[in-house]
C-alpha cells in the first residue's frame, strides 16, 4: 500500500516564527489532504491539495504530484497553531485516507 | 450542517464487555469511514463504507469487531468481547464522493475508549 512519511516529526517554534512541515508520499495518489488535530483531539482538515497550491489565511499548502510531496506553510505562527498535523493520501474517489504519522508543533509565547 | 455526530464521547468499560459506538454521517454524504488512533499506530483505518456498503474492511483487527450501517445516516462499531488493547480514540468520518469540491473528509469528535 502507500506510505506516508512526514517531517519533521516535532517542531517546536517561538510565536511569530514561520515553518515548514512536508509530507512525502510513495505512489501517485488522487487524494491529499491536510489535517491539524489540535489539543482536544479535534481533527480539522485544512486543505484538500493533491495537486497545486492553496492558501488560507497564514497557512498555505503545495502538492507537487509528479514528485510525490507535498508542503505545509506556516507564516507567524501562533501558540493556537498548536497540535499534531497530519497528511492523508488516498487514491480514487471513496477510497479510504491513509495518514502519516504526523507532525508535532509546539508554539510557545 | 451539524457535522459527523458520535456517540457516546467517552466510554469505560470492564474487559469482557460489548461495546457499541455510534455514528450519524454529514446528510448526502455517501461514504462513511471507521479509524481507530492510538499512540503505538498512530490513526488506522478500520473499515469504509459507500453507499452503505463495506467496501474494504481488511483494517478490522479481529473477529470481535464488527461494523454495520443499516441506512445512510447510521452506522455503528461493535467490539464484543473488549479487552484492554482495544482502548484508543475510535473516529467517524464522512465524504461526499463526487462533487466538485472533491474528496473533502470530514471527521467526527471521536468516541474515546477505555477497557479495564
Known amino acids: 500500500g502507500i506510505q506516508v512519511e512526514q517531517s519533521p516529526p516535532d517542531l517546536i517554534l517561538q510565536e511569530g516564527a514561520n515553518s515548514t512541515l512536508r509530507c512525502n508520499f510513495s505512489d501517485s495518489v488522487n487524494n491529499l489532504q491536510w489535517f491539524h488535530q489540535n489539543p482536544w483531539g479535534q481533527l480539522i482538515n485544512l486543505f484538500y491539495i493533491p495537486s497545486g497550491t492553496k492558501q488560507n489565511g497564514r497557512l498555505s499548502a503545495t502538492t507537487v504530484a509528479t514528485e510525490r510531496y507535498s508542503l505545509l506553510y506556516i507564516s507567524s505562527s501562533q501558540t493556537t497553531d498548536s497540535g499534531v498535523y497530519f497528511c492523508?493520501?488516498?487514491?480514487?474517489?471513496?477510497?479510504?485516507?491513509?495518514f502519516g504519522k504526523g507532525t508535532t508543533l509546539s508554539v510557545s509565547s | 450542517d451539524a457535522g459527523v455526530i458520535q456517540s457516546p464521547r467517552h466510554e469505560v468499560t470492564e474487559m469482557g464487555q460489548e461495546v457499541t459506538l455510534r455514528c450519524k454521517p454529514i446528510?448526502?454524504?455517501?461514504?462513511l469511514f471507521w479509524y481507530r488512533q492510538t499512540m503505538m499506530r498512530g490513526l488506522e483505518l478500520l473499515i469504509y463504507f459507500n453507499n452503505n456498503v463495506p467496501i474494504d474492511d481488511s483494517g478490522m483487527p479481529e473477529d470481535r469487531f464488527s461494523a454495520k450501517m443499516p441506512n445512510a445516516s447510521f452506522s455503528t462499531l461493535k467490539i464484543q468481547p473488549s479487552e484492554p488493547r482495544d482502548s484508543a480514540v475510535y473516529f467517524c468520518?464522512?465524504?461526499?464522493?463526487?462533487?466538485?469540491?472533491?474528496?473533502?473528509?470530514?471527521f467526527g469528535e471521536g468516541s474515546w475508549l477505555t477497557v479495564v
Open positions: 468520518a464522512s465524504s461526499p464522493v463526487g462533487m466538485i469540491s472533491g474528496n473533502t473528509i470530514y
Open positions: 446528510s448526502g454524504h455517501n461514504s
Open positions: 492523508a493520501v488516498g487514491g480514487q474517489a471513496g477510497t479510504a485516507l491513509i
